[in-house]
């Protein structure tokens, strides 16, 4: 993967920004998503965020190396301190769990003024995810799941609005599922969920086995509910 071939994923993330946009990619690592999405010619400024010094110099490196410091800014600093409000108009966050993701976009919410789309692809926990938008008023507008080197990726793609609008059918499952790809139900999206199914499966045998406790109960209980959701989708 380098500035003129990214990942699949992270193709995919690119794709879903709107043509002209100023962005912030927020964790960029190398900073090779806004490096290729410059190249591409698909944004026209960047900001590219990282709070570990090896990755930062990393993203600086790559950037002059791109000969792009002239519309690719490196900042260290953590989530979305690396911005001022209405300096972007869209923000991507790719590569990380998606409670460290709602964490970002809690933390610097007031960094949000002027965004008009967020792209999140979280490695974990995309319900994380869909349970923040959904209670600040983003609205999922479209979700996309791959797979690649064998392990399969979530994208989601906000922007302010009706934020209950895409879960009309069945909250609680679109919030665990996602409200697109549980309609499209691709073979990917299938191959996740029977999988985590499974999963889930084997640990309310390993507690229906386990010493009685409450939180044994809670747990089994929660699980079940998950179970369910999936098997009644699929």
Not at 64 to 83: A, F, N, P, W, Y
Request: overall charge negative; charged content about 30%; some cysteine.
């Amino acid at each position: 993967m380098n500035e003129l071939k990214l990942s699949k994923r992270l193709e995919e993330v690119v794709k879903h920004i709107p043509k002209g946009s100023s962005i912030a990619d927020i964790g960029s690592d190398h900073a090779y998503l806004p490096c290729y999405a410059y190249l591409t010619e698909q944004i026209k400024s960047a900001i590219a965020g990282e709070v570990v010094e090896g990755p930062y110099q990393s993203a600086l490196d790559q950037v002059k190396k791109s000969k792009l410091q002239h519309v690719i800014t490196v900042r260290k600093g953590d989530g979305l301190d690396v911005i001022s409000p209405g300096e972007v108009d869209c923000i991507t966050i790719a590569g990380m769990g998606g409670t460290l993701i709602q964490s970002i976009l809690e933390r610097g919410k007031n960094k949000l003024e002027g965004v008009k789309r967020l792209i999140l692809q979280p490695n974990i926990g995309t319900h994380k995810v869909r349970e923040w938008l959904l209670q600040n008023d983003w609205e999922i507008i479209t979700e996309t799941i791959l797979e690649e080197d064998q392990r399969i990726y979530e994208i989601v793609v906000a922007e302010r609005g009706t934020a209950i609008a895409p879960y009309h059918e069945n909250k609680e499952a679109g919030l665990l599922l996602g409200p697109f790809l549980m309609k499209e139900k691709s073979e990917v999206f299938k191959k996740k969920w029977q999988h985590e199914k499974l999963h889930w499966q084997q640990i309310v045998t390993q507690l229906q086995n386990a010493p009685e406790s409450e939180e044994n109960r809670k747990k089994k209980v929660e699980l079940q509910q998950k179970i369910a959701i999936v098997e009644e989708i699929l």
